[in-house]
């Protein structure tokens, strides 16, 4: 709870509250009238006038609390005085000043309080008129005016009495010092002041000037009765109760306070206070009124104005919450009670499509011309005038007297004379439908007041409402139709009856009843639930009944001709006036699904042995904070740690800082792609050695939203060892063969060429046989040296910015007779992109020919093979694609290792080392490059490599 902070000015403000001298005095029924006034209007328990003093807020005027002070520091009031506008606590539980106090968890339970701050004449805040509820409620701004009126009344009392108090210490002062001075004090006074005589014409010995503001007359016309009696400006059914509470007041030798109305100079009534006594006067005059008249007419005009609003609001209260069952009925009820309540003729509901103007509902007089179901053209009705050039806000009229308006030149003013017209704009769902019409054959003498233009807009918008619900109640009936499950309305009443008051036809598949059926018992209903699910489902609705908390259950029901099957119930259950339950739901069938999570289930435990017993580590890793979420043993067997020490590690404790750049990369390529790697890197042993290992990994997505990281970290030691021991005998096996290879071409090419003499045609075809072999045997110890010193970085690179242009064409024409050998053509630009990248120009050529060369010799003859060059802002990208086979899915991951070929056999029908590709690759990524392959449109393979672009000014 927070205690009311002191105001600032709290000394003068004390000081100003004293001064009125309402503290601890008695019940007045004047303040008491305005309280009995807002607790009715505003339908609240409690209504109060307090004023904030000291330590205490004390009760001037209670309405419907037993008590007459409170605490200050318990005080709602005392927060409501810190601000000039009035204070609304719509639910003092979610209200963190107020949630914990006395007087919200305790009597009188204060849930809803709306304070407006009383102020006195100097404008200190000393209290405040306010309302108290037991339930949470809201105030819409026309209440909280009506509030704010009802609080400048309270006020208008209060500051009355002060100037009425200071009036009497300034007559009692000046009286002594100076006649004069007394009367120019009076006529500063706002109120008047008198002194008469106690006779049947009140003959005024003095009245202040003001009272020509009252009364139209001025002073001295009143004084001696010079020319007006001010017995005869009091109403005449006030006369009589006036003169009576006069003079009981002097019997009783005590003051009046009376309110009564006085006839205007210029024919109008206005209201006045007065408060006054019987005081000795001298010989002549013993016995003299004195007092002092305020003019309340403002305050009674809103007190009348808010009796009006009150009239108007119970009047759309029975027409809301009418007996009327069916649309028709509700309407045409709200069309009788307004019709009588305005005293018009004629009241319509219409509905308007296009031009059409039709009358869907009417009350009328008897003898009226019109029947439901007529049609008119909108431009012969008085409704054209809602939806000619208004706005949304301005589609209302109200004409108390049409002859004297602008409309009486309407052709329908024409037909049908009118006297007085109302009509306003119904949407629905933001589109117009129609018309709210009421018409009367004679004008009004007045114009139409702020209560009954509320009521028509409050009416308007609940025939609105009541049309959308009934259009979505449609809606709904049609949709519940035709929705797998069951949407449905479930009643447990106090006594252990349940029924299901609203149900949609499905829920005779699930229960075997009709929605009238299940809205009498739905007893029969839990006959159908499996016996071993029954008493679960039981003490799950018993649970949801007691606490209100959100059901949900899943259990099996038996269908007709098919057995059990699972269903899934959800509802909101609410307490109703009566003391049952209903819950608001839906029941759909699962059996499909929860069959399919068993199988899930199962299967997650297969996943999850072959997660634990995988002999490759697996890792799952939060993507935003790296934290391990699982991982299996053999990702922490070649550490040394633990399975706590591993998870409790930082990244770097197990990566070398050198593999900084390799892992940034990894994790870029991570966002972009959803993958990273194959790449390979070390991991850092507890006792500080490393161990090689090779990681790829995905981005996926939990059902909660959260990113993940699945990783696969195999542990290479044993094939580092492997490829080394292979390098090594592939090194020394190419370096072994060439020089016996280089003699045994160059002794084949002497015999060839007649050094051992003319050969027969069958030597010189075996000659030619061996020589094609020792070439490609050749190709194949270079295509390996080439390798061995690209993968050992040993093969020099001289990388320079040169235009791309030229190095295509020597690639293209070096392949002319090779492509002309297999009958396929060379497909390039007649002028290439004007780019430059920092390449080595011989080496990209090599690169180049193995993928053009790759490109003929797997397309058909009388094909061509594509050369294409894509030039970005910041890459060049080289495409190669042919029309071949392409490369089948199954071979696509091992498509640019060392020795790879599609087909291995020994029969295979083109040569090749296998080493093409992974060559060209390795040259690519010296140069900072890329290598790829796509399917290509249309069928064959798409090989590519990306390039920096260079920009040369």
Not at 363 to 369: F, I, K, L, V
Not at 466 to 483: G, V, W
Not at 622 to 644: H, M, V
């Amino acid at each position: 709870m927070k205690v009311p902070p002191i105001p600032d000015n709290e000394s003068d403000r004390q000081s100003a509250l004293n001064k009125t001298g309402l503290l601890d005095g008695v019940s007045e029924a004047r303040f008491d009238r305005i309280t009995r006034l807002a607790r009715h209007v505003f339908s609240v328990p409690i209504a109060l006038v307090s004023l904030v003093d000291g330590d205490r807020q004390w009760f001037k005027s209670c309405q419907g609390l037993g008590v007459d002070e409170t605490p200050r520091e318990f005080s709602f009031c005392a927060h409501a005085i810190l601000s000039q506008s009035p204070l609304i606590v719509e639910n003092a539980l979610d209200d963190a000043r107020f949630a914990d106090n006395p007087l919200v968890i305790g009597e009188p339970n204060i849930r809803f309080y709306a304070g407006a701050p009383l102020h006195t004449a100097d404008g200190y805040r000393i209290g405040t008129l306010c309302l108290i509820d037991t339930q949470p409620r809201t105030l819409s701004a026309d209440q909280v005016g009506m509030l704010a009126d009802l609080a400048a009344t309270v006020e208008a009392l209060i500051q009355a009495d002060e100037i009425s108090q200071m009036s009497y210490s300034a007559l009692e002062s000046e009286l002594m010092a100076s006649r004069d001075h007394m009367a120019s004090l009076i006529s500063n006074m706002p109120g008047v002041t008198y002194r008469c005589l106690h006779d049947a014409q009140w003959t005024m010995l003095y009245i202040s000037g003001q009272v020509d503001r009252v009364s139209g007359y001025p002073a001295a016309d009143l004084i001696g009765n010079q020319n007006a009696c001010y017995a005869d400006l009091i109403h005449p059914d006030d006369a009589f109760m006036v003169e009576k509470a006069v003079q009981t007041a002097v019997a009783n030798s005590v003051g009046w306070h009376i309110e009564y109305r006085i006839r205007h100079r210029d024919g109008t009534w206005r209201w006045v206070e007065e408060r006054g006594q019987g005081v000795p006067g001298n010989a002549e005059h013993p016995m003299v009124l004195e007092g002092f008249i305020v003019d309340i007419t403002r305050e009674q005009n809103t007190l009348s104005q808010l009796k009006k609003h009150h009239d108007a609001l119970v009047l759309l209260n029975d027409i809301v919450f009418s007996s009327q069952e069916t649309l028709d009925g509700k309407i045409n009820h709200a069309l009788a009670t307004a019709r009588q309540y305005l005293q018009v003729d004629l009241a319509i509901l219409s509905q308007i499509e296009g031009n059409i103007y039709t009358v869907r509902w009417m009350e009328a007089a008897p003898g009226a011309a019109l029947s439901p179901g007529q049609q008119f053209m909108l431009g012969q009705t008085w409704c054209q005038f809602l939806f000619s050039g208004r706005s949304d806000e301005e589609r209302e009229l109200f004409v108390a007297n049409v002859e004297q308006s602008e409309f009486k030149r309407h052709p329908c003013y024409r037909e049908n004379p009118l006297g007085a017209y109302i009509g306003i704009a119904i949407d629905i769902e933001g589109q117009a439908f129609g018309t709210l019409n009421f018409s009367a054959s004679n004008a009004r003498a007045d114009d139409y007041d702020d209560s009954e233009k509320l009521f028509i807009r409050l009416l308007a918008r609940w025939l609105s409402d009541l049309l959308a619900n009934n259009l979505h109640n449609e809606r709904l009936s049609k949709l519940t139709a035709q929705l797998p499950g069951v949407t449905y309305q479930f009643r447990r009443f106090a006594d252990g009856r349940i029924i299901f008051p609203f149900s949609s036809p499905q829920i005779e598949d699930f229960y075997g009843l009709t929605p009238a059926q299940a809205a009498e018992d739905a007893t029969p209903a839990f006959a159908r639930i499996h016996p071993d699910d029954l008493s679960a489902i039981q003490a799950s609705i018993e649970h949801s009944s007691e606490t209100l908390e959100y059901w949900t259950a899943m259990y099996r029901v038996q269908f007709e001709g098919v057995g059990y099957r699972w269903i899934m119930g959800h509802a909101k259950p609410e307490r109703l006036v009566d003391g049952s339950t209903l819950w608001h739901g839906y029941l759909h069938d699962i059996h499909e699904w929860e069959q399919a999570r068993q199988a899930l289930e199962n299967n997650e435990a297969r996943l999850r042995g072959l997660f634990d017993f995988s002999p490759i580590g697996i890792a799952l890793n939060d993507f935003a904070t790296g934290r391990f979420i699982d991982l299996n043993d053999a990702l922490i067997a070649p550490t040394g740690y633990t399975r706590e020490e591993f998870v409790s590690l930082s990244y770097w404790d197990v990566t070398p800082k050198e593999y900084e750049a390799a892992e940034d990369q990894a994790l870029a390529t991570l966002k972009a792609t959803g993958r990273y790697g194959p790449f390979e890197k070390e991991y850092i042993r507890k006792d500080g050695s490393r161990y090689p290992v090779r990681l790829q990994g995905m981005l996926s997505q939990e059902q909660d939203g959260r990113q993940v990281i699945w990783s696969l970290i195999e542990d290479i030691t044993e094939r580092r060892k492997l490829d080394k021991m292979k390098d090594q005998f592939i090194s020394t096996v190419s370096h072994e063969l060439r020089t016996p290879l280089t003699s045994i071409k160059g002794s084949l090419g002497l015999v060839k060429g007649g050094a051992a003499g003319d050969l027969p045609d069958q030597a010189q075809s075996l000659i030619n046989t061996a020589e094609r072999n020792a070439q490609r045997l050749a190709a194949l110890i270079n295509d390996l040296l080439d390798m061995e010193k690209l993968v050992a970085g040993k093969m020099p690179m001289n990388l320079t910015v040169q235009p791309l242009a030229p190095l295509l064409k020597d690639v293209v024409d070096s392949l002319q007779g090779y492509s002309e050998q297999h009958q396929v053509a060379i497909q390039g630009a007649d002028a290439w992109p004007s780019v430059c990248c920092q390449v080595d120009g011989p080496r990209l050529i090599q690169a180049l020919t193995n993928l053009l060369s790759n490109a003929i010799k797997f397309s058909p003859p009388g094909q061509t093979v594509a050369l294409v060059v894509t030039a970005a802002e910041h890459t060049v990208e080289i495409s190669v694609r042919d029309h071949g086979p392409g490369v089948a899915p199954a071979f696509r991951d091992r498509l640019f290792q060392r020795f790879a070929q599609a087909d291995s056999s020994d029969t295979r029908k083109l040569p090749g080392t296998g080493l093409g590709l992974a060559i060209s690759q390795e040259i690519c990524h010296q140069m900072g490059g890329e290598v790829g392959y796509r399917d290509a449109v249309g069928g064959g393979a798409d090989f590519f490599i990306v390039l920096p672009r260079k920009h040369v000014l």
